[in-house]
T-cell receptor, first 111, second 114 residues
Framework: SQQGEEDPQALSIQEGENATMNCSYKTSINNLQWYRQNSGRGLVHLILIRSNEREKHSGRLRVTLDTSKKSSSLLITASRAADTASYFCATDANAGNMLTFGGGTRLMVKP | DAGVIQSPRHEVTEMGQEVTLRCKPISGHDYLFWYRQTMMRGLELLIYFNNNVPIDDSGMPEDRFSAKMPNASFSTLKIQPSEPRDSAVYFC????????????FGSGTQLSVL
């Protein structure tokens, strides 16, 4: 079963615009991670935010976490065509040592 | 470091045949995970190992699936006999400290069972 659910399922924007993807989850977590997957490739880790953190930045990426609402968002600023990919959130629940992935958001950035 | 290495990259087989997928984790990583990705079910965790020992195999769909890790540098996922519904991309990932830190994924094996 999927712990996290991304919203929207698909997003199409113009180069230079910002892209925001949301993730909701169900149980308490230790951390939440975001991954990127280019077509036909493996997943690449983008950023990890721990349950006691509220916001984290990495380059053009900004991640927020609201544990009271069990939700997270990933913001990509000044998007580029090369950002076209699927983006997944993944949660590390309190029980066990497993990372559970959501269904992903397919982002298309048009040049 | 070459990263997580999976082989083969693509596998096409006929229903009923045995399929073996292989994975070499990053050296020094104590955790190894096998995931399956399909359009319908997304990314599903099948099984994970810690220090070569299987810890949780609750995601393994049926007895037709088995996974081993004979040493720290090699793992296999075997499907016997294979069925068309096993068609998916199978990913191996490794991590130095489980899900508390980031996972490093291989490029995956695209399996097609005809």
């Amino acid at each position: 079963s999927q712990q996290g659910e991304e919203d929207p399922q698909a997003l199409s924007i113009q180069e230079g615009e910002n892209a925001t993807m949301n993730c909701s989850y169900k149980t308490s977590i230790n951390n939440l991670q975001w991954y990127r997957q280019n077509s036909g490739r493996g997943l690449v880790h983008l950023i990890l935010i721990r349950s006691n953190e509220r916001e984290k930045h990495s380059g053009r990426l900004r991640v927020t976490l609201d544990t009271s609402k069990k939700s997270s968002s990933l913001l990509i600023t000044a998007s580029r065509a090369a950002d076209t990919a699927s983006y997944f959130c993944a949660t590390d629940a309190n029980a066990g040592n497993m990372l559970t992935f959501g269904g992903g958001t397919r982002l298309m950035v048009k040049p | 470091d070459a990263g997580v290495i999976q082989s083969p990259r693509h596998e096409v087989t006929e229903m009923g045949q045995e399929v073996t997928l292989r994975c070499k984790p990053i050296s020094g990583h104590d955790y190894l995970f096998w995931y399956r990705q399909t359009m319908m079910r997304g990314l599903e965790l099948l099984i994970y190992f810690n220090n070569n020992v299987p810890i949780d195999d609750s995601g393994m769909p049926e007895d037709r699936f088995s996974a081993k890790m004979p040493n720290a540098s090699f793992s296999t996922l075997k499907i016997q006999p294979s069925e068309p519904r096993d068609s998916a991309v199978y990913f191996c990932a490794s991590s130095p400290s489980g899900s508390r830190e980031k996972l490093f994924f291989g490029s995956g094996t695209q399996l097609s069972v005809l």
